[in-house]
């Protein structure tokens, strides 16, 4: 099993700064996240094509050439923040299709989708859940044309039992789950339960680990925030395990989103939470 990062976890060093949040210590282009990966020694990287400065497919050739040199393993995320807004995005979902070409000139083999987000996640989930279901059917064809196969995370918007339901339904190799082992939590929905009933199906993840920040409303999405590996309450290590059990290869991609105050910024939790996952992969069994 690989330890990687996604590139998200440095999202204000790419300009996208919560109103909760201060300025990040630095700017960072995709060029410096490599330089950084590699500094950390990671295995493999998830590449957000919305922190790209340009989708030009020679510039996207060019940060190819940088992570064939690095030999990192690597996804291509789309669909921050909204996605397919739960099936309502046509044109979400023409861009979704359009990511393709961009996974395949940076050599990814899977691509990060979203569904549906935060922003939905108390509209009524069946009638999202029929629209998506239609709009991956279709998109399923698309995928296996380009053999790139599609990972719909779970983005704080469906609980476990239902992303099932979905997968089951699809029922194509093309089609999977980037597991995030915070975002379930955040839906009180335990990670371990829902890995049980869906390790068969992961193809990419965000590994997250999360503690209750003081002062924010329950109701606020970063009312868990984000700490290093190991330190929250989030068993990334028991999901390692079932990851492994169930035969899979790919790469534990750290994450941070909102980063809990009691840390300093997103790169000493990155490099501190890298050197844990690297420990609990060696401790698998």
Not at 59 to 83: K, T
Not at 118 to 127: Q, T
Not at 146 to 171: C, R
Request: proline share 5%; glycine share 8%; aromatic share 12%.
């Amino acid at each position: 099993m690989l330890v990687g990062i996604d590139m998200y976890s440095y999202h204000r060093y790419f300009g996208e700064v919560y109103p909760q949040q201060g300025p990040p210590p630095q700017k960072m282009t995709p060029e410096d996240f490599l330089t950084r990966a590699k500094e950390l020694e990671v295995d493999g990287v998830t590449l957000e094509n919305c922190f790209m400065p340009s989708l030009d497919l020679g510039y996207l050739g060019h940060i190819r050439g940088i992570v064939d040199d690095y030999g990192f393993d690597r996804v291509w995320g789309w669909g921050h923040p909204n996605g397919l807004e739960g099936g309502t995005n046509t044109e979400a979902y023409k861009d979704m299709i359009v990511n393709f070409q961009y996974a395949h000139t940076v050599g990814a083999k899977i691509m990060r989708v979203v569904g549906s987000s935060l922003a939905f996640r108390n509209d009524p989930h069946g009638p999202q859940l029929q629209r998506l279901e239609k709009m991956f059917k279709e998109a399923v064809k698309v995928a296996e044309d380009n053999d790139i196969k599609m990972a719909v995370e779970n983005h704080f918007d469906f609980y476990s039992y239902e992303f099932q339901g979905l997968l089951e339904t699809i029922a194509s190799p093309y089609f999977g789950l980037n597991f995030d082992t915070g975002n379930f939590l955040r839906m009180l929905d335990d990670p371990v339960k829902a890995m049980d009933k869906l390790s068969p199906y992961v193809l990419a993840t965000h590994v997250k680990d999360l503690k209750v920040q003081r002062g924010v409303s329950t109701d606020e999405w970063f009312f868990f925030s984000c700490t290093p590996v190991g330190e929250g309450v989030v068993d990334n290590a028991t999901l390692a395990q079932q990851l492994k059990n169930a035969g899979y290869t790919g790469t534990l991609a750290f994450e941070v989103d909102f980063l809990h105050p009691d840390y300093e910024n997103e790169d000493v939790v990155v490099a501190q939470s890298v050197a844990e996952l690297k420990r609990i992969t060696r401790s698998l069994v």
